[in-house]
């Protein structure tokens, strides 16, 4: 994917700007009573519509805290999708990118999948068109297709699992045990990182994703020279040299678990800043630390949060609740055979809890061994 087709300046929520690389509109900051009287109009809706806000751990606090006010959750992808499909409500509002959308709707197809703006997207997702990879997949057809879940329904349709950063390790590590070679789309860090772990014989789709791909190795060890009891906490969506300095590196959900449950007192986190929030909320005596994304001559010293992510708005959530305004569609044809490949994830995760707990705890080497 080529990067520079999504740069240009921003301006965040809080009325600050960022030249570093900024690719999507950011919702207007609202005056604190114009924001509480949003809050106030879609608690309403929510009811009058049996509709509930499902938020990733990503978006803006104030979204995470309303999902939880009002009935719903906030969780990274995995358990994203298995709450929409688990929960009695009509109508899902999914406050994250277009991606997480379209797993709630193939989960959930008699239920309507709304989005406070479809333009929030993935470059994961957009580096891996359908098209191509069908390609990509027609030459190899000897590996079972594993696909990350920040991809599109048509690209799942391809495929033979999906997989989330809480599950991917597992799946794969107990596939690679079956004597099977995998292809793999569309995160390469990921991938490598899962095929050092496994030893497993993967193919990788040359993708990445705009934030994590910016944390740097030379400022992280800069950084955890001056907080040298500091836990390091990487996503494996992070580059090679960045991973290898993590003391846990995992999932959303993993990390989060790492803050609340580890002993040190300051925590170094290397993902998307909106996970600070919730890490803060659960763990409020841990010092959390940003991980930095570019060096000294850098605008910022760390600039990780996506901004497809910071798209959502509240504004956004009460003008999908009452305009019925961006939904989620998705061709029947491509719904079902996506379905397929995420209701093998959600089974597997379902019957090897041993392994899950094993990946969502920290990605460690030889997952299988006793």
């Given at each position: 994917?080529?990067?520079?087709?999504?740069?240009?300046?921003?301006?965040?929520?809080?009325?600050?700007?960022?030249?570093?690389?900024?690719?999507?509109?950011?919702?207007?900051?609202?005056?604190?009573?114009?924001?509480?009287?949003?809050?106030?109009?879609?608690?309403?809706?929510?009811?009058?519509?049996?509709?509930?806000?499902?938020?990733?751990?990503?978006?803006?606090?104030?979204?995470?805290?309303?999902?939880?006010?009002?009935?719903?959750?906030?969780?990274?992808?995995?358990?994203?999708?298995?709450?929409?499909?688990?929960?009695?409500?009509?109508?899902?509002?999914?406050?994250?990118?277009?991606?997480?959308?379209?797993?709630?709707?193939?989960?959930?197809?008699?239920?309507?999948?709304?989005?406070?703006?479809?333009?929030?997207?993935?470059?994961?997702?957009?580096?891996?068109?359908?098209?191509?990879?069908?390609?990509?997949?027609?030459?190899?057809?000897?590996?079972?297709?594993?696909?990350?879940?920040?991809?599109?329904?048509?690209?799942?349709?391809?495929?033979?699992?999906?997989?989330?950063?809480?599950?991917?390790?597992?799946?794969?590590?107990?596939?690679?045990?079956?004597?099977?070679?995998?292809?793999?789309?569309?995160?390469?860090?990921?991938?490598?990182?899962?095929?050092?772990?496994?030893?497993?014989?993967?193919?990788?789709?040359?993708?990445?994703?705009?934030?994590?791909?910016?944390?740097?190795?030379?400022?992280?060890?800069?950084?955890?020279?001056?907080?040298?009891?500091?836990?390091?906490?990487?996503?494996?969506?992070?580059?090679?040299?960045?991973?290898?300095?993590?003391?846990?590196?995992?999932?959303?959900?993993?990390?989060?678990?790492?803050?609340?449950?580890?002993?040190?007192?300051?925590?170094?986190?290397?993902?998307?800043?909106?996970?600070?929030?919730?890490?803060?909320?659960?763990?409020?005596?841990?010092?959390?630390?940003?991980?930095?994304?570019?060096?000294?001559?850098?605008?910022?010293?760390?600039?990780?949060?996506?901004?497809?992510?910071?798209?959502?708005?509240?504004?956004?959530?009460?003008?999908?609740?009452?305009?019925?305004?961006?939904?989620?569609?998705?061709?029947?044809?491509?719904?079902?055979?996506?379905?397929?490949?995420?209701?093998?994830?959600?089974?597997?995760?379902?019957?090897?809890?041993?392994?899950?707990?094993?990946?969502?705890?920290?990605?460690?080497?030889?997952?299988g061994a006793a």
């Amino acid at each position: 994917m080529n990067k520079e087709l999504f740069d240009y300046p921003k301006q965040d929520g809080s009325g600050a700007t960022c030249i570093a690389q900024a690719w999507a509109k950011v919702p207007r900051a609202l005056p604190e009573e114009e924001k509480a009287q949003i809050i106030q109009k879609i608690k309403s809706e929510l009811i009058k519509q049996d509709a509930v806000l499902i938020a990733h751990y990503y978006i803006d606090g104030a979204i995470q805290d309303l999902a939880w006010e009002t009935g719903g959750f906030v969780a990274d992808s995995l358990e994203m999708a298995r709450f929409g499909k688990n929960h009695s409500a009509k109508k899902l509002v999914v406050a994250g990118v277009k991606f997480m959308g379209e797993s709630a709707k193939i989960l959930s197809p008699e239920k309507t999948v709304l989005m406070p703006d479809l333009d929030a997207t993935c470059s994961l997702d957009l580096g891996c068109p359908a098209e191509d990879f069908n390609q990509f997949c027609d030459a190899h057809p000897d590996r079972e297709v594993v696909v990350y879940a920040n991809t599109s329904a048509a690209v799942k349709a391809r495929a033979d699992w999906m997989v989330t950063s809480s599950c991917a390790l597992a799946i794969v590590h107990e596939l690679h045990q079956q004597g099977k070679k995998i292809l793999w789309a569309p995160d390469r860090h990921l991938g490598r990182y899962i095929q050092d772990q496994t030893g497993a014989d993967m193919l990788l789709w040359e993708g990445h994703c705009i934030v994590h791909d910016e944390f740097k190795a030379i400022e992280l060890e800069t950084l955890i020279k001056k907080h040298p009891n500091a836990m390091v906490l990487v996503h494996p969506e992070s580059p090679a040299h960045v991973v290898d300095l993590a003391d846990v590196v995992g999932s959303t959900s993993a990390m989060i678990k790492a803050v609340v449950e580890g002993s040190a007192k300051e925590y170094i986190v290397a993902t998307d800043k909106g996970i600070l929030h919730r890490m803060r909320q659960l763990a409020p005596e841990k010092i959390l630390i940003e991980a930095p994304t570019a060096g000294n001559s850098a605008t910022c010293k760390s600039c990780a949060h996506c901004p497809w992510m910071a798209m959502n708005g509240l504004e956004g959530i009460l003008n999908c609740l009452t305009n019925q305004s961006g939904e989620i569609l998705v061709d029947e044809t491509i719904r079902s055979d996506a379905q397929i490949c995420i209701e093998r994830m959600l089974s597997f995760t379902t019957n090897h809890p041993e392994l899950l707990a094993k990946a969502q705890h920290g990605f460690v080497k030889n997952i299988g061994a006793a």
